[in-house]
Nanobody
Framework: QVQLVESGGGLVQPGGSLRLSCAAS????????MGWYRQAPGKQRELVAT???????NYADSVKGRFTISRDNAKNTVYLQANNLKLEDTAVYYC?????????WGQGTQVTVSS
């Protein structure tokens, strides 16, 4: 089993920044992809960003140029630096890890962008 603990969400004004963190523990060998999804009220969960074990990244078009995903393999932690936040970025953000063929999810952290 893999346990994921997220942190870093909160309330921020438009144009502001947040850094989300997600630390993995438990059986953490053979972790492949790590990343973030988000779900806004009344909407489906959508991919925000993903990073492979080799460091390749992929972003949703809506966050390209504003969000940066990174990972520290020594700490088994994935980060999401979110800059120039917009009202439409408001959502619950969930981290995930793909270990071999199974996906594990964090509990979610709320990001609210509001003036």
């Amino acid at each position: 089993q893999v346990q994921l603990v997220e942190s870093g969400g909160g309330l921020v004004q438009p144009g502001g920044s947040l850094r989300l963190s997600c630390a993995a523990s438990g059986v953490i060998d053979n972790i492949r992809n790590m990343g973030w999804y988000r779900q806004a009220p009344g909407k489906q969960r959508e991919l925000v960003a993903t990073i492979t074990s080799g460091g390749s990244t992929n972003y949703a078009d809506s966050v390209k140029g504003r969000f940066t995903i990174s990972r520290d393999n020594a700490k088994n932690t994935v980060y999401l630096q979110a800059n120039n936040l917009k009202l439409e970025d408001t959502a619950v953000y969930y981290c995930y890890v793909l270990r071999i063929i199974r996906t594990y999810w964090g509990q979610g952290t709320q990001v609210t962008v509001s003036s």
